[in-house]
């Protein structure tokens, strides 16, 4: 397939918006279904260990949440940027874009690896760990963080292929990754052959090695002329001005991200004052959430693609009606899976634990959250679509509102001045989904009236 075949196909500023948000959105969905098997997988072996094994993983989940944060500054970034050049016909811009995106993941993987191997007990300490579930903690952390750099270029390499439109090849690299760890997470937990076993510590390897071989897929990609961006050494000297627009819509993006990262070490620290088996369901429960909710995502994400293209080629209508064309499918996709979580509860919490008080608790985690997922598929396209503006501060602001005035002040009030227990930190997810909805939808409809015809080529100079 030649380039030109390939951006004419990738183009979304025409055509049907329906379609075309159903073309990005289920290679999206797929990837992301890969991903949460990959996460899976992790604590179904995991759980053949032991439930302190299960809480010692979950303990991990509000580092790699920040280091998703760190890495989607870049990712959100460039995305947005790419996509709005492309959309503009500025395509060295867009492959200035994707370069300067893998020198700042090179810059951030190497800063984190450092703090993180640096700060790990002290990190995984603050997080309240004891005993057994500390050094079990430790053991996986320490691993993870010298897998960073990595991580970092998976994510960059993500976001330059979603600015282009290119959600088919994102999704083939998941595949890569999750069938390698498929294949090494036992080997590596429980030994064979000459390989020890190496318990929560060979899950945390073989999640490293496999999206070092993801990695090298993306690489090989970008390399045989299969994608619309071209990369050029030369450009990967820092540019500010790209780096600068870049980090407009990153930077707050990743700030948004970061602080839901805080919110889930508070509620891990708070669970902890209930017992290993609160911290357990709530690891469980956010794994079980991360599957149920993978529609509004993914369509959340095709709408920065969507909303970016055609703000940058000055196609205001489009722009609305990808906007809520989103809103109707991500609220009607979250709620049919709101329903059935909320319907069978046991089923899902029993693929990972029997044990009966993290099934109780699990089970009063999954009788709230789904309820508010309409919310949440809501308020995750408005925050999108801000991104696919270049306009990341609103999302980060509701983010704050949603986080620092309702979320943790709620989860604190509830479980320190009520009996609810670890019920309380569940309601107060809920109850900021809610304000994440009303605030998202509001400040976007008010944005949108606002907006000239002529602001995106104003946006695109540098």
Known sequence: MTTETVSQKRDLTTGSIPKKLIRLSLPIMGGMFLQTIFNIVDTFFVSRISSDAIAAVSMNMPILFILIAIGNAVAVGSSSYIARSLGANEQEQAEKTASQAITLA?????????????????????????????????????????????????????????????????????FVAVGFNILLDPIFIFGLGPIPAMGVGGAALATVLSRFLGLVFLVWHFYSERSTIKFDMTKLIFDINIIKETMTVGLPAS??????????????????????????????????????????????????????????????????????????????????????????????????????????????????????????????????????????????????????????????????????????????????????FAIGMLWFKTTFKKLSYFEPKKELTT
Not at 111 to 120: E, H, N, R, W, Y
Not at 352 to 360: A, G, I, K, L, R
């Open 106 to 174: 090179i810059v951030f993987g190497i800063i984190t690896t450092i703090i993180g191997v640096l700060f790990a007990r002290h990190i995984i300490s603050l997080m309240g760990a004891t005993g057994n579930l500390f050094s079990m903690a430790l053991d996986y952390t320490s691993i993870i963080f010298w897998g960073n750099l990595i991580f970092f270029l998976f994510l960059a390499f993500d976001g330059i292929l979603r600015g282009e439109g290119d959600m088919k090849t994102s999704m083939k690299k998941q």
């Open 255 to 436: 700030a948004s991200q970061a602080m839901m990262s805080m919110t889930l070490f508070v509620y891990n620290r708070l669970a902890t004052g209930f017992g290993e088996e609160a911290v357990t369901a709530l690891g469980l429960g956010f794994r079980i959430d991360s599957l149920a909710i993978l529609p509004g995502i993914a369509i959340g994400i095709s709408t920065v693609t969507m909303v970016g293209q055609n703000y940058g080629a000055g196609e205001m209508e489009r722009v609305r009606k990808s906007y809520w064309t989103a809103q109707i499918m991500a609220v009607g996709f979250m709620t049919f899976m709101g329903i059935i979580l909320f319907s069978f509860p046991q089923f899902f919490i029993s693929i990972f634990s029997e044990e009966q008080e993290v099934m109780d608790h699990t089970v009063s985690y999954l009788k709230i959250l789904p309820v508010c997922y309409p919310f949440l598929g809501s308020g995750l396209i408005s925050a999108h679509a801000f991104q696919g503006l270049g306009k990341a501060v609103p999302a980060l602001i509701i983010s704050l509102i949603r986080v620092g005035f309702v979320g943790i002040p709620l989860s604190l009030f509830l479980t320190s001045q009520t009996t609810l227990g670890a019920t309380g930190i569940w309601l107060s997810l809920g109850l900021s989904d809610f304000t994440f």
